[in-house]
C-alpha cells in the first residue's frame, strides 16, 4: 500500500457542496433548454423532498455524510429526471453536461501543466496527474492506493462508499461519466472490477 495526503473533512464537505452546486448548475441549464421552466420547477421540487439540511451544530465529519448523500441524491435524480422525458437523448445531454462541467473543474495547475508536458514527458506527467487524483477522490469514497508509478495507478475501494449509498451513481456516473471525463481530459483509460460494493480501479495512461 502506497501512503498518500490524507484529506481533511473540512476540505471533503467544502468540495462535496461545490460538486453539487455544480451538479444543480448545469442540470437546470439542461433540463430548462430542453423541458421548459414548468419541468424545471418540477425537479426542483424533487431535489427539494429529497434532500437534508446540513446539522449546523454537528461535527464536520457528519455534516459531510448529509452533504455526501444530497450530492448522490442531486445527480441521480437530475439523471433520472432526463431520461424520464428525454430517453436516451436525455440521458446523453445530461452526462455530456456533466462531462464538459468536470473538464472546467478538472483544470487546476497542476493537472494543466501535467497535460502540457504530456507530450514530451507522458510517464512523469502521468504520475503528477494520478498523484493529484490519489488526493481529490477521497472527497468520493476512502480507498488505498496499491500502486502508483509511472504506468499506472491502482485503487482499492472495500467498499466503494459511492456504490454503498447509490447503485445508480455508481453505475451512470463512475462507471461512465468519469471515465468519459478521464479519457477526454487526461487522454487515461480508467478500468473498474466491481465485486458487490467493493471495486478495484486501474487507472493508465493510453500512450504509454
Known sequence: MIE???????????NIQKYEKNIRSYTRSVVKQELGKEKLEELET??????????????????YEVAYKNYLQTYVIGEHFMAKYKGDFGMAEFNRAAINSMRKTGATRGTVLAKTMMGV????SFQMIAKEMA??????SPFTVDQLDESQMV?????????????DFCNVACQNVIRAWLEAQF?????????????????????V
Open 46 to 63: 424533487l431535489w427539494k423532498k429529497n434532500s437534508k439540511p446540513i446539522p449546523t451544530e454537528a461535527k464536520t465529519e457528519e455534516k
Open 187 to 207: 487522454n487515461i483509460n480508467m478500468v473498474s472490477t466491481v465485486q458487490g460494493t467493493d471495486c478495484t480501479v486501474k487507472i493508465v495512461p493510453f500512450n
Open 4 to 14: 498518500i495526503q490524507q484529506m481533511s473533512f473540512d476540505e471533503k464537505l467544502t
Open 121 to 124: 514527458t507522458p510517464k512523469m
Open 135 to 140: 488526493y481529490r477522490l477521497q472527497v468520493f
Open 155 to 167: 485503487l482499492r475501494l472495500a467498499p466503494c462508499k459511492a456504490a454503498s449509498n447509490s447503485r
